[in-house]
């Protein structure tokens, strides 16, 4: 008989599949593993792991190499495919590159799910400060330029319910986990009409964010510019950078409507 466990809507969790997608997030954040590493690490008895291991492995999804698996490249016509059904995406990586050409720095775009920032595309420019930029990663939305940009332009019902029944998340000592902060740090944001992600995520780094809305006013995503703290941090530098992201936002915001 199948295991199951009970879920909070009255349904029934199928645990081997909960299991199976455990270990395909785990090949995610690993290079490989070994079938005993995996057995430890989700606690479970190594027969197990060998089963779910030869199991991907057979149905294209785990490639093994000398007794060690990860995933094989197959996971990528998902993903793409997923990512390419994304209208914005569509419509905004040409101007992505081209923003990051432009002004020499890291540019992203994302869109919210599951109380997270999820990045959907980005390029980075001679300066970024990095050089590869992790599509397809998540952080919670309170920690990022382009989760404030989105969360700031939530409806009150909405936000509360965000702040309610989601782990705010804290990555370093400048992250906003305060609740009274957050909202006082979302009205700025709405006035301003851009977020400032001011080294919350990541120390060193400062960031530019700014929505990108249907004709409706409905949020759908959000741009940001990412930098150095000693380089965005600069009056002059902040200005025109913002400039320059409102003017792209512009162009997505058009090209989305008549796409």
Not at 115 to 138: C, F, T
Not at 139 to 145: D, E, I, M
Not at 182 to 187: G, H, M, Q, R
């Amino acid at each position: 008989m199948t295991d199951t466990t009970s879920q909070d809507d009255g349904t029934q969790s199928l645990s081997v599949v909960r299991q199976a997608f455990e270990i395909l997030e785990h090949l995610t954040d690993v290079e490989s593993t070994g079938v005993t590493e995996l057995a430890n690490e989700l606690d479970v008895p190594k027969t197990t792991a060998h089963s779910y291991l030869k199991t991907l492995e057979n149905t294209g999804y785990a490639i093994n190499e000398d007794g060690r698996y990860r995933l094989s490249l197959r996971i990528l016509r998902h993903a793409g495919q997923l990512r390419h059904s994304f209208t914005l995406y569509q419509v905004g990586r040409s101007q992505v590159d081209r923003l990051a050409r432009e002004t020499g720095e890291a540019v992203n775009l994302g869109v919210p799910e599951g109380g997270e920032r999820v990045i959907i595309y980005g390029a980075e420019g001679e300066n970024a400060i990095w050089d590869d930029v992790p599509i397809g990663s998540r952080t919670p939305l309170n920690l990022t330029a382009i989760g404030k940009a989105i969360l700031s332009h939530w409806s009150e019902p909405r936000l509360r319910a965000f702040l309610d029944g989601q782990g705010l998340g804290e990555a370093t000592e400048h992250s906003l986990s305060d609740e009274d902060r957050i909202v006082a740090e979302l009205e700025e944001t709405r006035e301003r009409g851009y977020s400032v992600e001011d080294e919350e995520h990541i120390v060193g780094v400062r960031a530019f964010g700014m929505p990108i809305k249907q004709s409706d006013g409905t949020v759908i995503g959000a741009m940001s510019i990412t930098g150095p703290t000693s380089r965005l941090s600069q009056t002059e530098t902040e200005k025109q950078l913002v400039n320059e992201l409102r003017e792209t936002v512009n162009i997505i915001e058009l090209r989305h409507e008549q796409y």
